[in-house]
């Protein structure tokens, strides 16, 4: 079992009370949805920071397409999939 730390956090009572109904919903503990839920969205995000520090990295070495060519990509692409369809 991973080694586990107290977090103490304030939230609207609205949200407690969500939190609260849905764990017992599952038979879950409070702390137990708590976790999953921040961990989701953490991964979630911290996928989308290095997405974004990519793009950045990217432009700045001129990895880039012209607004034209990214259209005319996308509009290929959804010619294609409409014709197989």
């Given at each position: 079992m991973a080694k586990t730390?107290?977090?103490n956090l304030r939230?609207?009572?609205e949200l407690k009370s969500k939190l609260g109904q849905f764990a017992e919903r599952t038979q879950?503990?409070?702390s137990a949805v708590a976790e999953r839920a921040?961990?989701?969205f953490l991964d979630r995000e911290m996928e989308m920071l290095e997405?974004?520090?990519q793009s950045r990295e990217d432009f700045s070495e001129g990895r880039t397409v012209s607004h034209e060519d990214a259209m005319a990509r996308i509009r290929?692409?959804?010619d294609e999939?409409?014709?197989k369809a």
């Open positions: 730390a107290t977090l939230v609207s009572e879950r503990t409070p921040m961990e989701a997405a974004i520090e290929a692409t959804i999939r409409r014709s």
